[in-house]
């Protein structure tokens, strides 16, 4: 009787745990609503510990949607005036001394280093939906910086994506990618990032402070902070435009 008792009661706390565990799918959903702004005026700043030293870069961003958005760089002063666009897969940069150029970014140049940083054009602009790009399995649970995660595999629904498969580990309470492992189709580790500070904006957890590391680069890293944050704005169009490259 004991056997027949245990057994069904193993069987129902192994269906109940189940039940309590988000797919992969409800997961990335759930950092989707989370990280993912309709509209966005930020001001971050970029602390690039390159091998001959570190460099502080401060810039400012209008984002519109999951795919276009416009970056101004203010400091240091060889940096200021210098700005990027993205709309949708097309990216542009421009120069305002000594060339006075808009230079077009495609193709295998969009996953090149920003101002020498660990970050790509790719990373710097991307606000697309991660459940567009990803099919999510849930490989376990663990604990990173004192915070419950559950462990993600990703692997690239297209072709173009800029990693073929990331290891994330989701914070379950506040659901922000608090750890990623970024690869290649070969498996080659390209790419790591981990969330080292959050805050709140209009009752949704945000990242404050990440620092990304360039596997393939011998620098020691780029901190990556964004100041401030405002999602209650309205971008104008022309903010959007190869002529606001100039303005």
């Known amino acids: 009787m004991k056997k027949l008792i245990i057994i069904p009661l193993m069987i129902l706390f192994a269906g109940s745990a189940a039940a309590q565990t988000p797919s992969g799918e409800e997961i990335l959903q759930r950092v989707d609503r989370n990280m993912v702004v309709e509209q966005a005026v930020s001001v971050s700043t970029m602390i690039i510990h390159g091998r001959s030293g570190t460099r502080t870069i401060t810039s400012?961003?209008?984002?519109?949607?999951?795919?276009?958005?416009?970056?101004?760089?203010?400091s240091p002063p060889r940096e200021k005036g210098k700005k990027m666009l993205r709309l949708d897969d097309m990216l542009w940069t421009y120069a305002p001394e000594p060339s006075d150029r808009i230079i077009t970014i495609s193709g295998h140049l969009l996953r090149q280093s920003v101002m020498g940083s660990d970050l790509s054009y790719e990373d710097m602009v991307e606000n697309d939906k991660m459940t567009e790009m990803y099919d999510a399995r849930v490989a376990g649970s663990e604990d990173f910086n004192g915070r419950s995660c559950y462990v993600l595999e990703l692997t690239a629904k297209k072709k173009d994506v800029a990693y073929h498969s990331r290891k994330v580990?989701?914070?379950?309470?506040?659901?922000?990618?608090?750890?990623?492992?970024?690869?290649?189709?070969?498996?080659?580790?390209?790419?790591?990032?981990e969330m080292n500070e959050v805050f709140q904006v209009e009752n949704r957890w945000y990242p404050k402070k990440m620092t990304f590391k360039d596997m393939l680069?011998?620098?020691?890293?780029?901190?990556?902070?964004?100041?401030?944050?405002?999602?209650?704005v309205e971008i104008p169009d022309h903010m959007l435009t190869k002529a606001a490259l100039r303005e």
């Open 60 to 74: 400012k961003a209008w984002t519109k949607g999951e795919h276009n958005a416009f970056v101004e760089y203010l």
């Open 169 to 193: 580990w989701v914070d379950s309470g506040r659901w922000l990618p608090l750890k990623e492992e970024r690869y290649a189709r070969s498996g080659r580790l390209l790419k790591t990032m």
């Open 217 to 232: 680069s011998k620098g020691k890293g780029t901190e990556y902070i964004i100041e401030s944050i405002d999602l209650n």
